[in-house]
Nanobody, 115 residues
Framework: QVQLVEYGGGLVQEGESLRLSCALT????????MGWYRQAPGKQREMVAT???????RYADSVKGRFAISRDSARGPVYLQMNDLKPEDTATYYC?????????WGQGTQVTVSS
């Protein structure tokens, strides 16, 4: 099993930055991909950023150039650096891991951007 816990959400002003962290525990070897998703009220959950095992990254068009996903080590946390935040970035952000043909999710952390 894999456990994911997100940290770092909060309330910020438009244009400010936040860094989200996702701590991973359990059987986290051989992860295929990890990423961040978000869900705003009344909307579907959407992919924000994905980090693949070999280092490739993918971003939603709405966050390209503003957000960056990273990880320092094979068992370390996965981060989402969010710069120049906009009110439309307001959502609950979820950490996600794809491992052994299964998806694992964290409980989510709320990000609110005021204008």
């Amino acid at each position: 099993q894999v456990q994911l816990v997100e940290y770092g959400g909060g309330l910020v002003q438009e244009g400010e930055s936040l860094r989200l962290s996702c701590a991973l525990t359990g059987d986290i070897y051989n992860i295929d991909a990890m990423g961040w998703y978000r869900q705003a009220p009344g909307k579907q959950r959407e992919m924000v950023a994905t980090l693949f095992t070999r280092g490739a990254q993918r971003y939603a068009d709405s966050v390209k150039g503003r957000f960056a996903i990273s990880r320092d080590s094979a068992r370390g946390p996965v981060y989402l650096q969010m710069n120049d935040l906009k009110p439309e970035d307001t959502a609950t952000y979820y950490c996600n891991v794809y491992l052994n043909y299964k998806y694992f999710w964290g409980q989510g952390t709320q990000v609110t951007v005021s204008s």
